[in-house]
């Protein structure tokens, strides 16, 4: 990659040619913390928030309606992320990519969110893809498959866990977008219900089976594969993670599923038939699929979480700003208390969400183990999400059941983040698990 220019560089030169909503989010005049909890930004921090809130706000929400209603791919809106720095952000600089921390990341996710979960869906399905090569991919491997992410504007989608691997044990991992592939027709949260396999021949694997709700499966370039090695084993030894090119022979993709919700994103099954991976393409050793997986989770719920905080920050403009244009029995119906309290609802479950988003992308910062935070804010922020979708159609009343005001596309979108990348009923399975595990 010679002479290549970081997606870190590309970020920076986008936020030195533009002076992004000055008053948007003052910072506060006080020295920020150097020990002990702020709630502050950084500047640079700031930054960051500003270009997306600019991106989301001027190209993402003007198009986010005809997107959802054509169900068409958000190639446009991928392709000018990337030429602002706002793809591939977790890649490290070594690689091309911005090399941002967590928290930073999630900043940017919610902002994107806000315009369109839809939009961001297909977006952060890279992160979630790329994830388990940062983590356990040799530099070959990193050079390889990381690399062409940073050098063009492809994508990355997930082998989702919305039936058969609910708790996200295979993945799928696609460049030209990425793919991240985790559950099966018949496998939801229950790993040892998977059934795609990878049989040993020489020193390649041939691969043999079925992944269901795959994002961004019908554009990727590559995949991240979580396949069983060995049947016999517990599910912490079974299963081996294979980086995968989309134009292998053997792989077959579905058709477009015509989803609820985030329509714009790309959502298929993928077939193996006697797909053969050659030795150079697997992740790690033998046997450690399942702890790539569960490690790659630990980092990308937070920003899933982030999204839904977006989601959900959304229904609260739009309920409130609706409540202030919208009269009954002579006042704004934000002036009486049945509304109003809805409202206040929707803020504690914004405010409370973000905090607990934001706190578990810091942990991943601090290079601990953050399985417990990611779990609660995962499954918070998207109950709050869900709540706050449904009170913002319940404020605009009959007008919100219809297409032609935003809210009614807010409801439809929220759904997925209580299924995608966990359940909410796994998430508290994994937080009771770990509080069980610290009072021990």
Same mark, same amino acid.
């Given at each position: 990659?010679?002479?290549?220019?970081?997606?870190?560089?590309?970020?920076?030169?986008?936020?030195?040619?533009?002076?992004?909503?000055?008053?948007?989010?003052?910072?506060?005049?006080?020295?920020?913390?150097?020990?002990?909890?702020?709630?502050?930004?950084?500047?640079?921090?700031?930054?960051?928030?500003?270009?997306?809130?600019?991106?989301?706000?001027?190209?993402?929400?003007?198009?986010?309606?005809?997107?959802?209603?054509?169900?068409?791919?958000?190639?446009?809106?991928?392709?000018?992320?990337?030429?602002?720095?706002?793809?591939?952000?977790?890649?490290?600089?070594?690689?091309?990519?911005?090399?941002?921390?967590?928290?930073?990341?999630?900043?940017?996710?919610?902002?994107?969110?806000?315009?369109?979960?839809?939009?961001?869906?297909?977006?952060?399905?890279?992160?979630?893809?790329?994830?388990?090569?940062?983590?356990?991919?040799?530099?070959?491997?990193?050079?390889?498959?990381?690399?062409?992410?940073?050098?063009?504007?492809?994508?990355?989608?997930?082998?989702?866990?919305?039936?058969?691997?609910?708790?996200?044990?295979?993945?799928?991992?696609?460049?030209?977008?990425?793919?991240?592939?985790?559950?099966?027709?018949?496998?939801?949260?229950?790993?040892?219900?998977?059934?795609?396999?990878?049989?040993?021949?020489?020193?390649?694997?041939?691969?043999?089976?079925?992944?269901?709700?795959?994002?961004?499966?019908?554009?990727?370039?590559?995949?991240?594969?979580?396949?069983?090695?060995?049947?016999?084993?517990?599910?912490?030894?079974?299963?081996?993670?294979?980086?995968?090119?989309?134009?292998?022979?053997?792989?077959?993709?579905?058709?477009?599923?015509?989803?609820?919700?985030?329509?714009?994103?790309?959502?298929?099954?993928?077939?193996?038939?006697?797909?053969?991976?050659?030795?150079?393409?697997?992740?790690?050793?033998?046997?450690?699929?399942?702890?790539?997986?569960?490690?790659?989770?630990? %980092?990308?719920?937070?920003?899933? /979480? +982030?999204?839904? =905080?977006?989601?959900?920050? !959304?229904?609260? &403009?739009? *309920? @409130?700003?609706?409540?202030?244009?919208?009269?009954?029995?002579?006042?704004?119906?934000?002036?009486?208390?049945?509304?109003?309290?809805?409202?206040?609802?929707?803020?504690?479950?914004?405010?409370?969400? %973000?905090?607990?988003?934001?706190? /578990? +992308?810091?942990? =991943?910062?601090?290079?601990? !183990?953050?399985? &417990?935070? *990611? @779990?609660?804010?995962?499954?918070?922020?998207?109950?709050?999400?869900?709540?706050?979708?449904?009170?913002?159609?319940?404020?605009?009343?009959?007008?919100?059941?219809?297409?032609?005001?935003?809210?009614?596309?807010?409801?439809?979108?929220?759904?997925?983040?209580?299924?995608?990348?966990?359940?909410?009923?796994?998430?508290?399975?994994?937080?009771?698990?770990?509080?069980?595990?610290?009072?021990?």
């Amino acid at each position: 990659m010679a002479a290549f220019i970081t997606q870190r560089a590309i970020l920076s030169r986008a936020i030195a040619r533009y002076s992004f909503f000055p008053a948007a989010r003052q910072l506060s005049s006080s020295t920020p913390q150097k020990n002990g909890m702020c709630f502050e930004l950084t500047s640079e921090q700031q930054e960051f928030a500003d270009l997306a809130r600019k991106f989301a706000r001027e190209e993402v929400m003007p198009v986010a309606a005809e997107l959802d209603r054509t169900g068409e791919y958000p190639w446009d809106l991928v392709r000018k992320a990337h030429s602002l720095g706002l793809m591939n952000l977790h890649i490290p600089e070594e690689y091309g990519g911005a090399g941002l921390h967590a928290l930073e990341g999630c900043v940017i996710t919610e902002e994107i969110a806000f315009a369109c979960s839809g939009v961001q869906t297909a977006m952060e399905a890279n992160s979630l893809a790329e994830m388990p090569v940062i983590l356990a991919g040799n530099d070959e491997q990193k050079k390889k498959y990381l690399g062409r992410m940073t050098e063009e504007p492809l994508v990355a989608g997930f082998f989702d866990t919305k039936h058969i691997m609910r708790h996200s044990f295979l993945l799928g991992l696609i460049l030209a977008l990425q793919s991240y592939g985790v559950t099966e027709p018949i496998a939801g949260s229950d790993v040892a219900g998977i059934k795609t396999i990878a049989t040993k021949r020489g020193s390649d694997y041939v691969l043999n089976g079925q992944k269901m709700w795959i994002t961004n499966a019908g554009h990727a370039n590559w995949f991240f594969v979580l396949a069983k090695t060995d049947p016999e084993a517990p599910a912490g030894r079974a299963f081996t993670g294979f980086i995968v090119d989309g134009d292998s022979p053997g792989l077959t993709r579905g058709r477009k599923e015509l989803n609820m919700g985030q329509r714009c994103s790309d959502t298929r099954g993928i077939t193996f038939e006697d797909l053969v991976v050659p030795a150079e393409n697997v992740l790690g050793k033998e046997g450690d699929g399942f702890k790539i997986a569960m490690g790659a989770f630990d %980092r990308t719920r937070p920003p899933v /979480a +982030a999204g839904a =905080v977006g989601l959900a920050q !959304r229904a609260l &403009y739009e *309920a @409130s700003a609706y409540s202030q244009d919208r009269k009954a029995f002579g006042r704004p119906i934000g002036q009486h208390q049945a509304v109003a309290f809805m409202l206040a609802d929707m803020a504690i479950g914004v405010e409370t969400a %973000r905090l607990i988003t934001r706190r /578990a +992308a810091w942990e =991943v910062d601090q290079g601990r !183990r953050n399985t &417990y935070y *990611a @779990s609660i804010a995962k499954a918070y922020a998207a109950d709050v999400a869900n709540k706050c979708a449904t009170d913002a159609v319940q404020v605009f009343g009959g007008n919100g059941f219809n297409s032609e005001y935003p809210v009614e596309k807010l409801y439809r979108d929220c759904k997925i983040y209580q299924i995608y990348e966990g359940t909410a009923q796994i998430q508290r399975v994994i937080i009771s698990r770990e509080l069980s595990a610290r009072m021990s």
